[in-house]
Each structure stands twice: as structure tokens, then as C-alpha cells.
């Protein structure tokens, strides 16, 4: 998903999508959502940066770790239900 606007419009939209997500069944791995917000009252957009900010490169590392963790625990969940059935 792609979110344009604000900080507070980032965690709205995300809040929204992953309680819906979380409705149907889905899983979401801890801090599923990475962003970038610019400075205030600045023209400069994600894509005209020269580089890519360190926070958002070291959020979007952890990011996928803990989705690839979560991935691990579903599979091992499923070859190992709890309780045992």
C-alpha cells in the first residue's frame, strides 16, 4: 500500500487497513508499516531525495525480519498446531 500526505495520514490509513486485515484473519507482523515524512512546509518528495534517509532503510530492515519471522512461526504453527488436534 501506498500512502501520500502527512504522518497522522500514514497512521490513519494504515490503522484502518490493518484492523481490516486483522477482521478477516490476517496476521501483521510488530511495526508493519514504513514511512517517510519530509520537513514541514517543504516541496521535496520521497522520490527526490539523492538518498535514501537512514531511518526509513533501518524501519524497512525490521520490517521485513519480522515479517519473515512471523512467516517462520505460521509455518511452524501449522506443521505444530497448539493445541495438538
Known sequence: MAVVGNEDGTHKVSADLFQALDDVGFSLAPGA??????ETQHG??????????G?????????AAN???LARLARLLS??????G
Open 67 to 69: 515479517t519473515a519471522h
Open 44 to 53: 521535496t518528495g520521497f522520490q527526490d531525495l539523492q538518498e535514501t534517509p
Open 79 to 84: 506443521e505444530r498446531p497448539c493445541p495438538p
Open 33 to 38: 508499516v514504513t514511512y517517510w515524512v519530509g
Open 55 to 63: 531511518t526509513v532503510v533501518s524501519t524497512t530492515r525490521t520490517l
